[in-house]
């Protein structure tokens, strides 16, 4: 009876050597899965750090292109105002010239008549009545009477027009 009492024993004995081979093989398994997943760990830390450096720089990035873009939409606006602020004040001048233009055509046709007029009646006055009114006396005349006339525009033209020294007949 002994002898399957040691048989037993001896049976268990290897049982228990076998299962403390396999655990001692099961622990040199998980302490390698630990040391690989501990080298994980560190690996994925420092990606993950260099990932975090990364994103800083994007975010540092896209503040300074916020800013600058921020900066362009403003100087935009003040070129768009300048710009509005030039075309009115070109438009104005454009005005003011066609103003002017038309007034000075008009005045040149005034005077250009005026002094038609004027050479016309001189020579009429000459041919026509030489003794009694000189050129100078007759356009003294238109003088005065365009004076008390008024003022206007055209008056005040065609009175410059008239205001010649005196002609050498």
């Known amino acids: 009876m002994m002898c399957k009492y040691a048989d037993k024993q001896q049976e268990m004995c290897a049982q228990i050597c076998a299962l403390n081979q396999r655990l001692q093989e099961m622990q040199d398994r998980c302490f390698t899965m ?3 997943h501990q080298k994980d760990r560190e690996q994925l830390a420092e990606e993950c750090d260099h990932l975090k450096e990364v994103n800083t720089g994007y975010e540092e990035d896209i503040e300074d292109w916020e800013q600058k873009y921020t900066t362009l939409e ?5 070129l768009q105002t300048e710009y509005d602020d030039m075309d009115e004040t070109l438009n104005k001048s454009n005005q003011t010239l066609a103003q002017t233009k038309h007034r000075h055509q ?3 046709n005034m005077l250009c008549s005026a002094l038609w007029v ?3 009646c001189m020579v009429y006055l000459m041919i026509d009545q030489p003794d009694t009114t ?5 356009l003294t005349e238109q003088y ?7 003022q206007d525009e055209n008056a005040t033209l065609l009175t410059m027009s008239y205001s010649m020294p005196t002609m050498p007949w």
């Open 34 to 36: 630990k040391e690989e």
């Open 74 to 78: 403003s100087d935009y606006s003040d």
């Open 106 to 108: 008009f005045q040149s």
């Open 118 to 120: 004027a050479v016309t």
């Open 134 to 138: 000189t050129p100078y006396e007759w």
């Open 144 to 150: 005065h009477w365009l004076n008390q006339q008024g």
